[in-house]
């Protein structure tokens, strides 16, 4: 058996730690070095974690000869510095969304991974869920025919900054790039994988803190280059709900979250005029689908994509589009028009 690929983590919050402590459970990776702005962090990866190596500068962390990856897990703001010292010292790298916070950097990160001919994994926690690879399986069968329309209803719970709520992304919308950007694009690549690329995009969105122009409930219309409408509707309040919906020509498809162990895939077909009663009457088909996500799961695709030398989906370059989606939805935002969505 193969040694365990040797890894640093930039940025050790709450996910730095939950996809370390993961890694050393399963024995498939090993963290050796940590790069975090607080000093508090780097204390916690050595003491907790047993991490043998610590500091504040990204550029030495990752040009240790003992590091073989690099888990960009920092502030939105700093992926485009982590990202390109990453690419330079020729370490593959996972990358939390988003991209980067304007397409400058962005296109600078996506230039750095290609020269440097590095496997880049992006954490879009759609991608490796069960329910949604099985939808767009579905789909692809062609159970619902031609898409007409595809929507997302995320609700997360956090709450209101109006309310007290403090949740970083609201409070430091210069570092996250709003919830927007921060969040709602988990929505766009969900849309992107199952609709195709956004052409345009209309937004709305409402904001509680005072003194910053921070989103947190947010609503958008898209439009795709494939000719189905998409909407979006995501907020960081107390509600708490996920759905995600394909609706077709030849029927419906849902994925719905039950409880913390599953999640059920409804299927309404398409059966002709049945009434205003016909949902009641017949009832949708449902397939049981246990929930498999894990604070790892993303980087052990990634780790997957370096030993077989194949990134995992999505792409950087499809990474970089969904930040144009997004920055075309705060645009919108702003101004009450729609939005094109540059190349």
């Known amino acids: 058996m193969s040694e365990p690929l040797r890894g640093a983590i930039l940025g050790f919050g709450n996910v730095g730690q939950g996809i370390t402590r993961f890694l050393h459970r399963k024995g498939i990776a090993k963290i050796v070095a940590v790069c975090n702005r607080g000093a508090d962090k780097l204390q916690i990866a050595k003491e907790k974690f047993g991490i043998p190596f610590v500091s504040h500068d990204a550029k030495e962390v990752c040009e240790r000869p003992d590091v073989d990856f690099v888990c960009v897990l920092s502030t939105n703001a700093a992926h485009r510095d982590h990202v390109v010292a990453a690419a330079k010292a020729g370490k ?3 990358l939390e ?21 590095v496997i880049c ?3 879009f926690t759609n991608r ?19 898409l007409l329309s595809a929507w997302t209803v995320i609700g997360r719970g956090f709450g209101l900054a109006g309310a007290g709520a403090r949740h970083r992304a609201i409070l430091d919308p210069e570092e996250s790039g709003t919830w927007i950007v921060h969040h709602a694009c988990h929505s766009v690549d969900f849309l992107e994988w199952m609709a195709g690329p956004v052409r345009e ?12 122009y921070s989103p947190e409930i947010v609503w958008a219309l898209t439009m795709h280059e494939s000719g189905a409408t998409g909407s979006i509707h995501d907020t960081v309040g107390r509600y708490l709900e996920h759905l995600f919906t394909l609706e077709g020509e030849g029927g419906t498809l849902q994925v719905k979250s039950v409880d913390h162990k599953n999640d059920q895939i409804l299927y309404w077909k398409e059966e002709g005029d ?8 017949t009832p949708p088909a449902v397939e049981e689908i246990p929930l498999s996500k894990h604070a790892g799961q993303g980087v052990e695709r990634f780790l997957q994509g370096i030993r077989d030398l194949n990134p ?13 989606v997004t920055l075309a939805m705060m ?13």
């Open 128 to 146: 490796y869920v069960q329910s949604k690879i099985r939808l767009a399986e579905r789909l692809k069968a062609g159970e619902i025919g031609k």
């Open 312 to 324: 995992p989906e999505p792409s950087i370059r499809e990474a970089r589009r969904n930040l144009a």
């Open 92 to 94: 593959h790298i996972f």
């Open 201 to 212: 995009v209309f937004c709305r969105a409402h904001s509680t803190l005072p003194g910053k």
């Open 274 to 281: 049945t009434g205003m009663d016909a949902s009641r009457r």
């Open 331 to 343: 645009e919108s935002a702003k101004t009450g028009k729609a939005v094109r969505v540059p190349s």
């Open 97 to 117: 969304k988003p991209i980067a916070l304007n397409l400058k950097e962005a296109d600078e990160m996506v230039d750095a991974v290609e020269k440097a001919k």
């Open 121 to 123: 994994g992006l954490n």
